[in-house]
């Protein structure tokens, strides 16, 4: 089992910046692909950021790409983002997938962020 715990959501102004954390504990780093997905109101969770146990290969979903950045020290990965907009609204959730699993089945308790136009 993988715990999760976020920090750094809030309410920003369009255009302006903000920085996720996740901290993972429970297993060794290395075991464990690390991700972040959002979830607006109305709408489905969605992926929009990965990271790989080895800190190095990241892939991000279109819609925020070029604008977020996803990062990891050890435990921890950082989600810096940038030129933020009124859609990006939603609540954004860590999430973990062990080298034994497919899915990203830990996740952390979210946190909200709120871009205000």
């Known amino acids: 089992q993988v715990q999760l715990i976020e920090s750094g959501g809030g309410l920003v102004q369009a255009g302006g910046s903000l920085r996720l954390s996740c901290t993972g504990s429970?297993?060794?780093?290395?075991?464990?692909?690390m991700g972040w997905f959002r979830q607006a109101p109305g709408k489905e969770r969605e992926i929009i950021a990965v990271?790989?146990?080895?800190?190095?290969s990241a892939e991000y979903a279109t819609s925020v790409k070029g604008r977020f950045t996803i990062s990891r020290d050890k435990n921890t990965a950082f989600l810096q983002m940038n030129s933020l907009k009124p859609d990006d609204t939603a609540v954004y959730y860590c999430?973990?997938?062990?080298?034994?699993?497919?899915?990203?089945?830990?996740w952390g308790q979210g946190t909200q962020v709120t871009v205000s136009s």
């Open positions: 999430a973990a997938r062990t080298i034994y699993e497919h899915d990203y089945v830990h």
């Open positions: 990271i790989k146990r080895d800190g190095r």
């Open positions: 429970g297993r060794a780093y290395s075991d464990y692909d």
